[in-house]
């Protein structure tokens, strides 16, 4: 089977000869870009620099996936947001609050013309013209993560408390950038979508997902005509099996929920991708200790390995390799754990 066909036949529930191993969002650290001279903040908005980048997930990782979507800012900066694009060591982040309330939101028609936007559909088509065989995984923001940036993460959390009506509305609103953003990239030939949508447990109670984000998530699940990779950060047991009734295929999560916990909750609704440590064993471990969280996650029922978020830019490339290494080389005969 090629890497996309293990991809695709897992996120269908198919079987496969080995677990995926792949990013759903960003892999990139300096060392690659010093590897493929091709470095920030420049392959943010330039589609040959963010091409050469993000094609290290497999030139140089060996993944099954290429996502090239680095950063968090394309659909704010597309819609009008300030921008700090940051420098080589740094991510790029939006400036201030484009928008106080619903009235104030304008989409316009044409967000997906500006240069940022243009440039990961560019790259997306000249990667799947170089590698039709790998899985290149295009990224979107849902409307959750999108109210944080256009109104600010604490304005926006507050209405959640004092009008949730009005929270309602905007996230029926914004949703139209994350489909026309994800169906772009379709078009341009991605063959996944990560939608990372940050309803984490500190920021989103389980009730708050339960009410706001099931009926959307929902919605996109149907909306987006490609298999849907949902990336939400840190600890999420509480709300998993919510996540699992969206018909979203897969779900990226963080190693702060027990992969085993995980399996147990998910059970065959949901195909479950990541769960490697990134601030402890990724960037600070060694390879026997990524080795074994590699097949710990995949004895529990991970499907798709891989560092559970976007990892840090300092992070060694060796431990990012041995990602790659013990998910292939992990043997047939090994138990499951469930
Ligand atoms: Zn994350």
Not at 128 to 150: H, Q
Not at 162 to 191: C, H, M, N, W, Y
Request: charged fraction near 25%.
């Amino acid at each position: 089977m090629t890497p996309l066909e293990i991809i695709l036949n897992t996120l269908s529930g198919g079987k496969t000869p080995r677990p995926g191993v792949l990013n759903p969002v960003s892999s990139t650290t300096v060392q690659q870009m010093e590897m493929t001279d091709s470095y920030f903040p420049e392959a943010h908005t330039d589609p040959e620099k963010m091409f050469e980048l993000s094609r290290a997930n497999y030139e140089i990782l060996e993944y099954d996936g290429i996502m090239p979507v680095f950063s968090v800012v394309i659909e704010a900066a597309s819609l009008g947001c300030k921008i700090d694009w940051g420098k080589i060591d740094t991510m790029p982040r939006v400036i201030g609050k484009l928008w106080k309330d619903y009235r104030d939101i304008v989409i316009n028609d044409d967000f997906l013309e500006s240069q940022p936007a243009r440039a990961v559909l560019k790259c997306i088509t000249m990667l799947k013209n170089r590698y039709p065989d790998v899985a290149i995984i295009g990224k979107v923001f849902g409307p959750w993560t999108l109210s944080y940036e256009f109104f600010g993460v604490e304005d926006f959390l507050i209405k959640t408390i004092t009008d949730p009506d009005e929270v309602k509305d905007i996230l029926r609103k914004l949703k139209s950038i994350t489909i026309k953003f994800a169906r772009a990239q379709i078009d341009a030939g991605a063959d996944i979508i990560t939608i990372a949508d940050h309803a984490t447990r500190d920021l989103c109670s389980p009730e708050s997902y339960r009410d706001f984000l099931i009926p959307i998530h929902s919605l996109l699940a149907e909306e987006i005509d490609a298999p849907i990779i949902l990336h939400i950060c840190g600890d999420t047991s509480d709300r998993i099996d919510y996540i699992a009734r969206t018909g979203m295929e897969a779900f990226h999560f963080e190693s702060k929920v027990d992969a085993c916990h995980a399996v147990k909750v998910a059970l065959d609704r949901i195909i479950l991708v990541g769960n490697i440590n990134n601030p402890t064993t990724l960037l600070f471990g060694k390879k026997e200790d990524v080795k074994k969280e590699v097949e710990y996650a995949i004895d529990c029922g991970v499907k798709i390995i891989g560092p559970e978020c976007a990892v840090p830019l300092n992070t060694p490339l060796e431990n990012l390799k041995e990602i790659e290494r013990a998910t292939k080389n992990h043997g047939s005969n090994s138990k499951s754990r469930i």
